[in-house]
C-alpha cells in the first residue's frame, strides 16, 4: 500500500480518457441517438397524421355515400310521383276521350234518329195518303187533305 | 500455485506486491527486486502493471466507443452500437436525474468512471495465477529472476489507482464549487454551517467549529471514494489468492466467488460513478 508517482499518473490518464470521451465519443453517439429520437418522434407523427387522415376520408365517404342514397330515394320518390301523375293524367285523358266520343256518337245517333224519323215522318204522309186514298179511292181532294196529314205528320 | 517452494505467506505476498520501477537510494532507477525494495522507493515509484491494465483497458473503453461513434448511424443499430448506446442513455440517464445544472463535462466523465472501473475490476475474474505466472515467465525470459517478478493485473486494487482517480474527482468538486458560488461562497458553506447564528460575536466563535466539521466531510468525500473502491476490490482478490491457494477444491470454491464477484465489479463501477454525480452535483447547487 504505498503511495507513490503511480496517484498522480493516474489522475493524469484518467484526465486523458476523461478529456477524450468528453470530446470523441460522447458528443456523436449523443448526436445519433438525438436525431434518431426526432426520426422516430417524426416518424410517429406522420402516422397518425395519416390515421387522421384516412379517419377524415372514410368519414367524407361515409358522408358522399349517405347523400347520395338520399338523392337517389329522392329521385325515385320523384319518378314515383311523376309516374302515378302520369297514369292519372292518362286516365283523365282517355276518360275525357271517352266522354267524347261517347256524345259523339250519341249526337250521331240522335241525328241519325232524327233523320230516320223525318224519312219516316215523309213517308208515313205518304204511306197514309197512299193508304188513304186505297181506302176511299179518289174520293179525297188530295190538296185539301194533306194538309190535314202533313199536320197528322208533324205531330209524330 | 507460483513457485513450489513457497510458504503461503510468502505467496499472498507475492501476490499482492506491484512490479514497481523507481529511485532506490542505492541502486538508483531500477526494479524493484522486494517488498522492501519498493518500500524503499518511497514516493519517486511507479507501479508498472497498474499503470500499463489501466491504461490499456481505458484504451481498449475508448478505441471500442470512439469506434461506434464514429460511425453511429441513426439508423436501426446493430450489435456493437445498440451496447454503446445502452451504455450511453444509462450514463446520460443517472446523470439527468441527479444532476441539474448544464455540464459538459459531468456526463462523459460518468461514462469514463464506469466503464474504465468496470474493465479494471472485472480483471479480477481472470485466474489469479495465469497473469502473473505469464509475466515470469516474460521475465524469465529477458533475464529476471521469476521469482521477483511481481504482477498485479488488477488496478483497482491498487489504492494509487483508487485515489488517483478520486482526487481527480476531488479536484473538480473544489473546481465547480469555486466556479458556481465563487471563491467567498465557498468559504463561507466551509464556515458558516451547520452552526449558524445572528449574533456576530457567536459566530465567530462557531468557524473553527464549522471550518473542522465541514473540512472532514469535505475531505472524507475523495478518501471514502477511494477506499471503498480500493477495499472492495482488495478483499475480493485476496479470496480469489485464497481459493487458489487450496489445491483442487479451488474448482468448486472459484466459480460461486468469481459468480458473486460480477456483482461487486458492476455494483463498485456503478456507486463510483454515481457518488461522482451525487459530489459534483452538491457542488454546484447552493446548500441548505
Known amino acids: 500500500m504505498n503511495l507513490n508517482l503511480t496517484l498522480i499518473g493516474q489522475a493524469i490518464a484518467f484526465a486523458v480518457f476523461v478529456w477524450f470521451c468528453m470530446k470523441y465519443v460522447w458528443p456523436p453517439v449523443m448526436q445519433a441517438l438525438q436525431e434518431r429520437q426526432k426520426k422516430i418522434a417524426d416518424g410517429l407523427d406522420a ?20 347523400e347520395s342514397k338520399e338523392q337517389a330515394q329522392q329521385i325515385l320518390e320523384q319518378a314515383n310521383k311523376r309516374a302515378n301523375q302520369i297514369v292519372e293524367e292518362a286516365r283523365d285523358n282517355a276518360r275525357a276521350e271517352g266522354e267524347r266520343l261517347i256524345a259523339g256518337a250519341r249526337s250521331e245517333i240522335d241525328q241519325e234518329i232524327n233523320r230516320a224519323k223525318e224519312e219516316l215522318r215523309a213517308q208515313v204522309s205518304l204511306l197514309a195518303v197512299a193508304g188513304a186514298e186505297r181506302i176511299l179511292e179518289s174520293s179525297i181532294d188530295e190538296a185539301k187533305h194533306r194538309e190535314l196529314v202533313d199536320k197528322l205528320a208533324a205531330e209524330l | 500455485m507460483a513457485g513450489n517452494n513457497m510458504t503461503s505467506t510468502e505467496y499472498i505476498q507475492h501476490h499482492l506486491q506491484n512490479m514497481t520501477f523507481g529511485l532506490h537510494p542505492e541502486s538508483g532507477w531500477s526494479m524493484a527486486h522486494s517488498a522492501a525494495d519498493a518500500k524503499a522507493m518511497g514516493f519517486w515509484a511507479i507501479h508498472v502493471d497498474t499503470m500499463l491494465w489501466s491504461i490499456g ?198 466459480f460461486p466467488w468469481a459468480v458473486f464477484h460480477i456483482l461487486i465489479i458492476t455494483l463498485q463501477a456503478f456507486i463510483f460513478m454515481m457518488l461522482t454525480i451525487v459530489y459534483l452535483s452538491m457542488a454546484t447547487e447552493e446548500q441548505h
Open chain 2, 57 to 254: 483497458l481505458g484504451v481498449v473503453f475508448l478505441w471500442l466507443f470512439r469506434s461506434v461513434a464514429k460511425r453511429a448511424s441513426t439508423g436501426v443499430p446493430t450489435g456493437l452500437q445498440n451496447f454503446v448506446e445502452m451504455m450511453v442513455e444509462f450514463v446520460d440517464g443517472s446523470v439527468r436525474e441527479t444532476f441539474h445544472g448544464k455540464s459538459r463535462l459531468i456526463a462523459p466523465l460518468s461514462l469514463t468512471i464506469f466503464c474504465w472501473i468496470f474493465l479494471m475490476n472485472i480483471m479480477d475474474l481472470v485466474p489469479v495465477d495465469f497473469l502473473p505466472m505469464l509475466a515470469q515467465k516474460v521475465g524469465a525470459w529477458f533475464g529476471a529472476d521469476p521469482a521477483h517478478v511481481y504482477f498485479k493485473v488488477v488496478p483497482t486494487t491498487d489504492i494509487n489507482a483508487t485515489l488517483g482517480m478520486s482526487l481527480s474527482v476531488f479536484a473538480l468538486i473544489l473546481f465547480y464549487s469555486i466556479r458556481s458560488k465563487g471563491l467567498s461562497g465557498f468559504i463561507a458553506e466551509l464556515t458558516l454551517h451547520p452552526f449558524n447564528t445572528p449574533n456576530k460575536f457567536a459566530q465567530i466563535l462557531l468557524i473553527p467549529v464549522n471550518l473542522l466539521l465541514e473540512l472532514v466531510t469535505l475531505l472524507a468525500k475523495p478518501v471514502s471514494l477511494a477506499l471503498r473502491l480500493f477495499g472492495n476490490l482488495y478483499a475480493g482478490e485476496l479470496i480469489f489468492i485464497l481459493i487458489a491457494m487450496v489445491g483442487l477444491w479451488q474448482l468448486p470454491l472459484h
Open chain 1, 47 to 66: 402516422a397518425s397524421r395519416a390515421t387522421r387522415d384516412l379517419e377524415l376520408a372514410q368519414e367524407k365517404a361515409d358522408e358522399t355515400l349517405r
